[in-house]
């Protein structure tokens, strides 16, 4: 390593050095203005858990004085910007009810609803946190329909609303692979893909989830009594043209075709 490399990382050091003992020094201060504009130069300088630990404490000397506002809007986006997105969303929302028409209420509504979709798990987990972030990316757009952050929320709430249909997708699937064991998984593989369109008539998984309940429909009428076939493959046949009316070019349609043509004939003959 040469010299002037050894140089700078000598002066780098220097520097963490003296940052973390002025932090230390902060921490142990009483001096609430010391702290306020070290947490503020310890954001700006993206050293978020130190900005968080020091407002966590501001926050509350600071309640009914003019800093009460920005100090918890920055406690907020110091937990955003460490990406613990549960603390922000709650000090976020905080913020926002306590000052509905504040400076950072925009904001505040934005990054909280954000912030849960940032934090939005895989479809095999709880989806609490999906759900969550809908409700507050809506409430932004309720609240801020002319923000320039509107398109954004809305293609979050859509990709999360499709989130959740996969998840039903997944579910109705489960139910299809069942078949007939232990009762007529069928009817719930029905009933849960129809729901699931019904309150997300727009989702991109709507050609799927009609597929399903197509082959659903089909494979209850196979598998049925003889005297209850002519009867649900009639059904079926229903489920064949909705599918192919919504979907008339499908990837899918020759399968479709198949169902409707054996439906037809038993149905026929």
């Known amino acids: 390593m040469n010299r002037f490399f050894r140089h700078i990382l000598l002066l780098?050091?220097?520097a963490v050095v003296a940052s973390c003992g002025e932090y230390n020094k902060v921490l142990k201060s009483s001096d609430i203005n010391y702290k306020y504009d070290y947490a503020k130069r310890a954001f700006e300088m993206k050293k978020y858990t130190q900005s968080a630990t020091i407002l966590q404490e501001l926050v509350n000397v600071f309640k009914?004085?003019?800093?009460?506002?920005?100090?918890?809007?920055?406690?907020?986006?110091?937990?955003?910007?460490?990406?613990?997105?549960?603390?922000?969303?709650?000090?976020?929302?905080?913020?926002?009810?306590?000052?509905?028409?504040?400076?950072?209420?925009?904001?505040?509504?934005?990054?909280?609803?954000?912030?849960?979709?940032?934090?939005?798990?895989?479809?095999?987990?709880?989806?609490?946190?999906?759900?969550?972030?809908?409700?507050?990316?809506?409430s932004f757009l309720d609240f801020f329909p002319m923000s320039d952050k509107v398109p954004v929320a809305q293609n979050a709430i859509f990709e999360l609303q499709d989130k959740l249909v996969l998840k039903e997708l997944e579910n109705a699937q489960l139910y299809y692979n069942l078949g007939n064991y232990m009762g007529n998984n069928y009817e719930s593989a029905v009933i849960t893909a129809k729901n699931a369109i019904k309150e997300y008539p727009y989702t991109k998984y709507k050609e799927q989830l009609m597929?399903?309940?197509?082959?659903?429909?089909?494979?209850?009428?196979?598998?049925?009594?003889?005297?209850?076939?002519?009867?649900?493959?009639?059904?079926?046949?229903?489920?064949?043209?909705?599918?192919?009316?919504?979907?008339?070019?499908?990837?899918?349609?020759?399968?479709?075709?198949?169902?409707?043509k054996i439906a037809s004939n038993f149905v026929n003959r």
């Not at 509905?100 to 934005?110: K, N």
């Not at 309940?213 to 494979?219: E, P, S, T």
Request: overall charge negative; proline content about 2%.
């Open 64 to 138: 009914g004085t003019e800093r009460a506002e920005e100090s918890l809007y920055l406690l907020a986006m110091s937990y955003y910007e460490n990406r613990d997105y549960a603390n922000s969303g709650a000090y976020f929302k905080n913020y926002y009810q306590h000052y509905p028409r504040g400076q950072y209420a925009e904001l505040s509504r934005y990054y909280a609803g954000y912030g849960y979709y940032l934090d939005s798990p895989d479809t095999q987990l709880d989806q609490t946190e999906t759900i969550k972030a809908i409700e507050e990316l809506q």
């Open 211 to 260: 597929l399903l309940v197509l082959k659903a429909r089909y494979r209850e009428a196979n598998e049925s009594v003889d005297e209850r076939k002519v009867e649900r493959y009639r059904i079926v046949i229903d489920e064949y043209y909705a599918f192919i009316g919504d979907f008339p070019d499908s990837a899918d349609r020759e399968q479709a075709d198949n169902i409707f």
């Open 12 to 14: 780098s050091l220097v």
